[in-house]
Nanobody, 119 residues
Framework: VQLQASGGGLVQAGGSLRLSCAAS????????MGWFRQAPGKEREFVAA????????DYADSVKGRFTISRDNARNRVYLQMNSLKPEDTAVYYC?????????????WGQGTQVTVSS
């Protein structure tokens, strides 16, 4: 699976961004999908995941109630709607096709998109 993330940018605290990840190569609907992020000097961390049919979602505690993951299997895309952004959300965001939804184990990575939240 080839993954291409987009939608990052610079936003003020309290603002919103919508990230998009386009998939190609293999059957998109076979995979759970996830978003991860990596801030400078920190390890990459899990943000959100969605099951292959979209029926299940999972979120890191730090983003629950603010971020929403969704997918459109007809368009081979997964999205991350980010609201009420905080400076600590600043990171490079990566989408991934998951080996398994449970445990959110990544199998294929896309390139990252930078999100910067100013205070």
């Amino acid at each position: 699976v080839q993954l291409q993330a987009s939608g990052g940018g610079l936003v003020q605290a309290g603002g919103s961004l919508r990230l998009s990840c386009a998939a190609s190569g293999r059957t998109f609907s076979d995979y759970g999908m996830g978003w991860f992020r990596q801030a400078p000097g920190k390890e990459r961390e899990f943000v959100a995941a969605i099951s292959d049919n979209g029926a299940r979602t999972d979120y890191a505690d730090s983003v629950k109630g603010r971020f929403t993951i969704s997918r459109d299997n007809a368009r081979n895309r997964v999205y991350l709607q980010m609201n009420s952004l905080k400076p600590e959300d600043t990171a490079v965001y990566y989408c991934a096709a998951l080996e398994t939804f449970d445990g959110s184990v990544p199998k294929y990575w896309g390139q990252g998109t930078q999100v910067t939240v100013s205070s």
